[in-house]
């Protein structure tokens, strides 16, 4: 019953090619996320969806391209892989709302892609 | 542009020894969560923090926020070999249609039996 999942947990592949990588949350959340974690355990921001809505796009090359089919789930598509796209992709999920009056929007992560390109 | 700075970078420390962990950040936080990562594994939420002297506690692991928002800092008791990884602070940033959160570098943890 894991809370955020994704798939593949690793991927290695060539120069050039055209890749995906999936994720699902099953705790009903609105918001879903895209962070990037590189060599130097960096965690940037790429994306982030709000009822299938893109909200933030942190200056990401065009190569990448979120999809959201519905709200539970964000998916990520990277065409024509570069070396430097290497990396750990974290997906996460959060929903947005009040309690006690204060914004509360703990984001829950998934267990990570790593992005080999050869 | 906000930024978060971790200290230490790194910590080896003996278990059953205390340690802290502290992050500082360049403007007023608004929202500081405390993450650990562990090798090959997602990020664990540990805390959130809110209010300026806030102090939140799960087991052996403490979590405060100053005052003027600006710093906080993570104190573990009694270390164990299952505290050691990485521990992330992120700040939330941004208004109420676009928020997100922002990263310190982390800092690597190591128990040393």
């Known amino acids: 019953d894991t809370a955020v999942s994704q798939t593949p947990k690793y991927l290695v592949t060539q120069m050039g090619n055209d890749k995906s990588i999936k994720c699902e949350q099953n705790?009903?959340?609105?918001?879903m996320y895209w962070y990037k974690q590189d060599s130097k355990k960096f965690l940037k921001i790429m994306f982030s969806y709000n009822n299938k809505e893109l909200i933030i796009n942190e200056t990401v090359p065009n190569r990448f391209s979120p999809k959201s089919p519905d709200k539970a789930h964000l998916n990520l598509h990277i065409n024509s892989l570069e070396l430097g796209d290497s990396a750990v992709y974290f997906c996460?999920?959060?929903?947005?709302?009040?309690?006690?009056?204060?914004?509360?929007?703990?984001?829950?992560f998934g267990p990570g892609t790593r992005l080999l390109v050869l | 542009s906000q930024e978060l700075e971790q200290s230490p970078q790194s910590l080896i420390v003996q278990e059953g020894k205390n340690l802290t962990i502290n992050c500082t950040s360049s403007?007023?936080?608004?929202?500081l969560y405390w993450y650990k990562q562990k090798y090959g594994e997602g990020l664990i939420f540990l805390m959130m923090?809110?209010?300026?002297?806030e102090e939140k506690s799960h087991e052996k692991i403490t979590a405060k926020l100053d005052e003027k928002k600006q710093q906080s800092s993570l104190h573990i008791t009694a270390s164990q070999p299952s505290h050691a990884g990485i521990y992330l602070c992120g700040a939330r940033v941004g208004g109420s249609s676009a928020s997100k959160i922002i990263f310190g570098s982390g800092t690597r943890l190591s128990i040393r039996p």
């Open positions: 705790l009903g959340h609105d918001t």
């Open positions: 996460a999920s959060s929903q947005r709302g009040l309690a006690g009056g204060q914004r509360q929007e703990t984001q829950y």
């Open positions: 403007k007023t936080l608004y929202g």
């Open positions: 923090l809110q209010k300026g002297g």
